[in-house]
Structures are given as structure tokens and as C-alpha cells.
């Protein structure tokens, strides 16, 4: 059963940057669409941003859109997202997803393959 590793999180302040990546633990593991969730203290799991691999077609929530850039390497099927100008309400597990269909949607079940998590904390 393949899985998804993601690293670089971390603590940083507000208005500072952090990148994230997310790899797959089988190299012959492919997806069409890999994706970044987060879950605030508190809140419900929401949907950050997709990628299309193959094609290159993006999708952003409206809360990151022009500070998140996500990126991806489809001959990896690995993902990253590129933060700044963080904020505290940016604060939360990010989680790294993928699914097999070939839209970049933003409703978490519809994603198959999920990864453990990596803690961003932004400080006021």
C-alpha cells in the first residue's frame, strides 16, 4: 500500500514563507491529481490546493490564492507548495493528498491516497 510523505513544515512568523513537499513511498506509484488539505485547531479538514500532473492545471481556495503557488513533478508524483506571506490562520496540519481521477477537485473524499501530516505554525 503505497503512502505519502510530506516534509517541511515547521514554525515560522507571520508574513514569512515556508515550502512544503510531498512525495509518494513506491516510485512506481502514479496519480493524475495531488492535493493539499489542512485542518486547524479546531476545524474541519478544507482543501488548500490541486494539481494536475500531467497537464499542469491548478485550483486554489480563495484563502491562499496569490500567497500558496503548488507545483508538482510528474515524473516523481511528487507535489510541493510554495507559502507566503503566511498569517496565523494559516496554522494547521497540512495534508498531502492524491487521487487517480484527472480533475483537480477540492472535496476530500474524493481523493484516494492520503499522507500523515506535517505540522505549519505561524506566529503573531
Known amino acids: 500500500q503505497v503512502q505519502l510523505v510530506e516534509s517541511g513544515g515547521g514554525l515560522v512568523q507571520a508574513g514569512g514563507s515556508l515550502s512544503l513537499s510531498c512525495a509518494p513511498s513506491?516510485?512506481?506509484?502514479?496519480?493524475?491529481?495531488m492535493a493539499w488539505f489542512r485542518q486547524g485547531p479546531g476545524k474541519e479538514r478544507e482543501f488548500v490546493a490541486a494539481?494536475?500532473?500531467?497537464?499542469?492545471?491548478?485550483n486554489y481556495a480563495d484563502s491562499v490564492e496569490g500567497r500558496f503557488t503548488i507545483s508538482g513533478d510528474s515524473a516523481k508524483n511528487t507535489v510541493y507548495l510554495q507559502m507566503s506571506s503566511l498569517r496565523p490562520e494559516d496554522t494547521a496540519v497540512y495534508y498531502c493528498?492524491?487521487?487517480?481521477?484527472?480533475?483537480?477537485?477540492?472535496?476530500?473524499?474524493?481523493?484516494?491516497?492520503w499522507g500523515q501530516g506535517t505540522q505549519v505554525t505561524v506566529s503573531s
Open positions: 493528498a492524491a487521487r487517480l481521477g484527472i480533475q483537480a477537485v477540492t472535496q476530500s473524499g474524493r481523493y484516494d491516497y
Open positions: 513506491l516510485r512506481s506509484f502514479r496519480s493524475n491529481v
Open positions: 494539481i494536475n500532473l500531467r497537464g499542469g492545471a491548478t
